[in-house]
């Protein structure tokens, strides 16, 4: 998918957490946002973009993204 | 006319407590203080003649008929303004009262004509009754004085008094000579519908009914509600489908269509034929009101451009081709394997729609999870109330409304915030403002100046007009003043919400940042009224939250939403009649849509996917493993679509290639698919992007159940036969079987039933149910077996309540140079959402266009005029419309609806979305708006588009020479 797109909604989400005072909290906040909403694909290609240096991800997001347990690759 | 069914008990119920006994006739009644003897005698079987009382009304006492005589009270008082009294002993009939009545009765008749075999009303005429109750045999005055009867004098002068029919309006007729000046129709439409278009001029015998300023029905401020027309005791308003037709001979109790109030109507048919439609006056929703569109616009459903075959084609390009049943199904299935062997489970997926019932919902989900095997289904609530779901989930612990309608009669302070209920709840409206003029106070945010901000006798207390995108920045600065003005309810916080989240959110929204001195510059509002309007919110008495898609359709769409309910929990203000946090639903199954399990990540019940338990029991359930991962929403699936990793979709009754933001994004992705199959009426937009089109029934063809705005389940009854052979919820399972995956309900009760076993806030649903108390509100089971109509009593349904912290970011939608406008959206009264429906009724002669909404200042500036075609351009797009110049606008906000196709109002919107649903920022766009004298480029393409697909479909239908022409 439109990786620009992807990161766009990732730092939205981001954005939402950055008030939580408690930064472990907001990270998880993060995390579990997108484990709950997210198509696994779209996790995958933002994972994997993170890892390729995540440009345009804020702070937050990077952290959230990086702490993704990602399922097994679904069989068809 | 009232209903064929209907009993009229004269006067409205009573709702004391306490009774009072007394005789009439001799019989002995027992019923709530403040009845009338009217009402009391009706209880005990005896009917008082009556003209001017209407249960729905309350008592005038003009006509004198309804006279009685009680013992130790001198004279004959009028039995409906009469209230009963302990111990009471009336007389309905005696000599006296008999010459009494017929007396009146002979008058009356005197200025009436006497056409009644061929009258409409013929049969069903209050007078008509009285006349033969009272027993009147002759008329003594003859009818060559004065009268309003007739055109011509005898003298063949024109009669002065006379006045013509009044056909302007399309649904019903005002023939002023069937007149009896009774009024009812003027206090209806005061009392009612809260109008105010009518009036009785002149006195005595000189009275008579205009709509406002003696203007025509279509002229005046009439909108058309038909609540005159229900109370006219005679055919002086009359349906003009009852003149047509003749009258019913029975009557079905179903649901409106349209919109989230969920009215509940009596189809008065003859066979399979509609006479008329007669809202329900037991309707727990509706009490007997309703508005143009679910009484009068049902025309579409018979509508000549209804497709009702199957047909199929391999490209968008190509003509269709009718097919069997069999043929659509078995070519559906086999495209579908085919993507999905080629590209994966994940290829394919589905879309219901907030139009179709619980039941052809939950079918849909079913077939994505169970027999496509994946969770790639959503709903159209995703681009509208999906951050209601998120955000009271997370506060309250349930996605829904708090309250029902009714509870607003216990409110003291009513708040509106992004919601315009005149316009798109109407009835509900109607009862806000029956509650706002009797002396509830009235708090508007909103950046118009909607109607109710001041309409006849009411006068908001405050109205905040803020800028559109800033909700989140005057939520928190009303939170603020709560909090640092000492206005919170310590009692009920300490009780029932967490600490921790209490304490945390409560100096975060003390910060000076929020205070409304600090946000005044960035949301238009001065400090003053949002100090004013929070002081009132917090200590006003009883205090109650009304929203709607102006809170949910922007970036911060779920944060508004928790900031909803978080300023309901600091003031208390949950858990009881009389106030709550009420999201106002657009379309009728919202509510519904949403309960079924139609988002990517929840099964029905807003049980998350991957709860291994809920899970177990799905499975056991339908038979087959379940995923426990989120499938994609409608946004994922287009981007998908336009990576190439997304092939196939099933639509059902939603229409995204128009109700969908970004427009030329959508239907980008939509010609990127292999086979699109859209279950619909019409040839809708994304339709013209189909490769299957499988012809869906209407509202009126089958048995089902919609969940309204307060959580009211109630039954859609089948009144006619499916035009094209199956209901909704037959297609859907006959497809799942043609897929090879067992589907087998014989009734659409039996699917409401599995929903019941699988769904705890639904244990005890079922038709049954339904029946017996007319219409249920979940949760409704072992604990609650006769629904629930306040939630949050006693504890929260997460337990304690959260307050979520609400930081205020402004949208990344910003004016600048190139866009300097704000756009924003919205929708009317006479229109439907995307208007596939309305748009096919007479419901045009009151909206035959979008316009757009200019302020003067603006206009002015621009060099545009009133009706100038203006182009308004987006970094999305451009679309051009005529100009409307409106002082409800503030100077640097646009607006327009979305009710035609070829308006574009959604090329111009922009993909930007609520962080945590994607529900798309419908709100808030930034544009250039100049005059142009031709349409846009996209707009000609549209056309050229939309005229090829309109080639196409007519050259299928001329090869199929069994189908419609
Ligand atoms: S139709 Fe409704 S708004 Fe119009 S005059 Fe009658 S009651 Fe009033
Ligand atoms: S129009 Fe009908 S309801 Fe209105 S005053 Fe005349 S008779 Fe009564
Ligand atoms: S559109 Fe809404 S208010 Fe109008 S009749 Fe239907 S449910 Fe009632
Ligand atoms: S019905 Fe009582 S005065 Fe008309």
Not at chain 2, 486 to 501: I, N, W
Not at chain 2, 636 to 662: C, V, W
Request: net charge negative; hydrophobic share 35%; with cysteine.
């Amino acid at each position: 998918m439109n990786i620009e797109r992807l990161v766009t909604m990732a730092n939205d989400i981001a954005t939402y957490f950055t008030v939580e005072p408690d930064h472990a909290v907001a990270v998880e906040g993060v995390r579990d946002h997108l484990t709950k909403f997210w198509d696994p694909v779209m996790r995958r290609q933002l994972k994997a973009y993170l890892e390729q240096g995540g440009e345009g991800l804020v702070p937050l997001a990077r952290e959230g993204v990086e702490k993704l347990i990602l399922p097994p690759i679904a069989g068809n | 006319m009232l209903s064929i069914v209907e009993i009229d008990y004269g006067t409205p119920k009573a709702t004391s407590k306490t009774t009072v006994e007394l005789q009439v006739d001799g019989k002995t009644v027992r019923v709530p203080q403040g009845t009338s003897v009217m009402r009391a005698a009706a209880q005990a079987g005896i009917n008082i003649p009556r003209l001017c009382a209407s249960e729905m009304l309350d008592a005038f006492g003009s006509c004198r008929l309804c006279l009685v005589e009680i013992e130790g009270r001198k004279g004959y008082p009028a039995s409906c303004t009469t209230p009963v009294s302990e111990g009471m002993t009336v007389s309905t009939q005696t000599p006296r009262l008999a010459d009494l009545r017929r007396g009146v009765m002979e008058l009356y008749i005197s200025d009436h004509p006497l056409d009644c075999l061929t009258c409409p009303a013929n049969g069903h005429c209050e007078l008509q009754d009285m006349a033969g109750v009272v027993g009147l045999r002759e008329v003594r005055y003859g009818y060559e004085g004065a009268n309003h009867v007739y055109a011509k004098t005898p003298a063949g002068e024109a009669n002065p008094r006379f006045v013509a029919k009044d056909e302007s309006n399309p649904y019903f007729t005002f023939d002023p000579s069937k007149c009896i000046a009774c009024s009812r129709c003027v206090r209806a439409c005061d009392e009612v519908q809260g109008t105010f278009a009518l009036t009785i001029q002149g006195r005595g015998f000189d009275s008579k009914v205009a709509a406002s300023q003696d203007n025509r029905f279509l002229d005046s401020e009439c909108v058309s509600c038909g609540a005159c027309v229900q109370a006219c005791p005679t055919a002086t308003l009359s349906e003009k489908s009852l003149i047509d037709k003749g009258q019913a001979e029975h009557s079905v109790v179903t649901t409106c269509a349209y919109c989230g109030v969920g009215c509940s109507f009596r189809a008065e048919m003859k066979g399979e034929d509609i006479v008329r439609m007669v809202p329900n006056k037991d309707g727990q929703a509706n009490h007997g009101h309703s508005c143009v569109k679910g009484r009068f616009a049902i025309g579409y459903a018979s509508h000549p451009e209804r497709i009702t075959t199957p047909m199929i084609r391999a490209k968008i390009s190509d003509p269709w081709k009718v097919v069997g049943w069999d043929e659509a199904f078995a070519h559906v299935a086999s495209e579908f394997k085919r993507l999905q062997a080629a590209y994966g489970r994940q290829a394919v997926g589905g879309i219901t729609s907030s139009r179709c019932t619980n039941e052809e919902t939950y079918l849909v989900q079913k077939l994505v999870r169970a027999g496509f095997g994946n969770n790639n289904v959503d709903t159209c609530a995703r681009v509208c109330h999906s951050p209601t779901g998120y955000g009271l989930k997370s506060t309250l612990g349930e996605s829904a409304g708090t309250q029902d309608f009714d509870s607003i009669e216990q409110t003291d302070v009513v708040l509106v915030i992004g919601a315009n209920p005149t316009d798109a709840h109407p009835v509900f409206g109607s009862q806000m403002k029956q509650r706002l003029r009797a002396g509830a106070r009235l708090i508007v945010i909103d950046p118009r100046r909607i109607d109710l901000v001041r309409s006849p006798h009411i006068q908001a207390d405050y109205h905040l007009k803020l800028k559109p995108g800033t909700n989140v920045a005057v939520l928190d600065a009303l939170a603020h003043v709560i909090v640092t003005e000492g206005l919170v309810d310590e009692a009920f916080v300490s009780a029932r919400c967490e600490p921790e989240a209490f304490a945390k959110w409560r100096a975060f929204v003390a910060q000076d940042k929020y205070s409304p001195e600090a946000m005044e510059a960035e949301t238009g509002v001065p400090a003053d009224l949002v100090r004013g309007a929070a002081r009132l919110y917090a200590t006003g008495g009883n205090a109650a939250i009304y929203y709607g898609l102006g809170v949910t359709e922007h970036a911060q769409g779920s944060t508004a939403v928790m900031g909803i309910a978080n300023l309901a929990m600091a003031t208390g203000n949950i858990g009881r009649e009389g106030v709550g946090v009420n999201p106002m639903r657009g379309q009728n199954n919202v509510q519904g849509s949403c309960d079924m399990g139609s988002f990517p990540h929840e099964f029905p019940g807003y049980r998350h996917v991957s709860d291994v338990a809920t899970r177990a029991l799905f499975e056991k359930a339908w038979g087959v493993p379940l995923l426990g991962e989120p499938g994609l929403r409608i946004p994922n699936m287009f981007e998908a679509a336009l990576d190439g990793s997304f092939r196939g979709l099933y639509i059902e009754g939603e229409d995204i290639a128009q109700s969908d933001p970004d427009t030329q994004h959508v239907t980008a992705a939509l010609s990127a698919m292999e086979c699109i199959v859209v279950q619909d009426l019409f040839l809708n937009e994304t339709a013209k992007y189909a490769h299957v089109f499988l012809p869906g029934s209407s509202f009126l063809e089958k048995d089902g159940t919609f969940t309204n705005a307060e959580r009211r389940v109630s039954r859609v009854r089948k009144v006619m036969a499916p035009k094209a052979g199956y209901a909704d919820w037959e297609i859907t399972q006959k497809l799942a079987q043609a897929m090879g995956y067992p589907m087998h309900y014989s009734d659409a009760s039996e699917i409401l039933d599995e929903i019941a076993r699988l769904t705890p806030t639904f244990h005890g649903m079922s038709f049954d149910k339904i029946d017996q108390l007319g219409s249920v509100q979940w949760p409704c089971n072992e604990e609650h077996p006769n629904g629930t109509p306040v939630m949050h009593v006693d504890e929260f349904v997460r337990g304690k309540g959260r307050f979520m912290l609400t930081e205020y970011v402004p949208t990344s939608e910003k004016v600048n140079a190139e866009h300097p406008l704000i756009l924003t959206t919205g929708r009317i009264l006479s229109q439907y959402n995307v208007g596939a429906q309305t748009r096919r009724t007479a419901n045009v002669m009151w909206h035959d266009e979008d316009r757009l909404e200019i302020h003067p200042h603006d206009a002015e500036e621009r060099g545009i005029n009133e009706n100038d075609w203006v182009g308004i351009r987006s970094r999305s797009g451009d679309t051009v419309l005529r100009a409307m110049i409106s002082e409800r606008m503030q100077p640097g906000v646009v607006y327009t609806t979305f009710h035609f196709p070829g308006s574009g109002a959604n090329v111009i919107t922009t993909e930007n979305s609520d962080w945590a649903t994607n529900c798309p920022e419908y709100k808030v766009t930034a544009v250039q708006v100049t005059r142009v004298n031709q349409p846009s480029d996209w707009q000609k393409r549209f056309h050229a588009f939309s005229d090829q697909q309109q080639d196409l479909l007519e050259q299928a239908q001329s090869a199929d020479t069994l189908g419609p022409a």
